[in-house]
């Protein structure tokens, strides 16, 4: 068995002292969190704070996809009717990657939905417009290609 030095060996009853102290809580403690958790208008303050967040949020985002709508609408004027309504979901996918993901994983999924819907007939044309509108300019440039000429069409997963 190894020898410690002093200096070691003190830190090492010092670190575990200190664990010990943050796993035991005295009784007065716990009790006295547990009635500040029972105390029903701490829970109403708390509640109603996050209920004015969830709201403020909901205000924010609902502006922001209607803007979204529009400036898609404005952009696809030659769209047919019922193109527009994929090109509105495409975009809405895209804004929840740009939420979800960072650069390069967010482009490379945004990609992988752009396939997804010129692989059902949406016109890629428009496809293209509404991704260049909705990516930032700093993730320009940045984008991994996926490369599915090696896909025959034939593939099925099971």
Known sequence: MQSLEGSELNIRNIKRKA???LVVKSSDKRSGRYQAKMDGSSIGE???EKKREMERKQRNE???GAEMENRIKGLLRQARAHEIVYLIIFAKEIQKILRKFINPTALQEIEIRQKKWADRGVNTDY?????EMMIPPYAEGKLFKLDF???DGEDVLS
């Not at 496809?127 to 991704?131: A, F, P, S, Y």
């Open 19 to 21: 664990l010990i102290n």
């Open 46 to 48: 708390k509640v109603s």
């Open 62 to 64: 609902s502006g922001k």
């Open 127 to 131: 496809l293209d417009k509404i991704k």
């Open 149 to 151: 000429s090696y896909l």
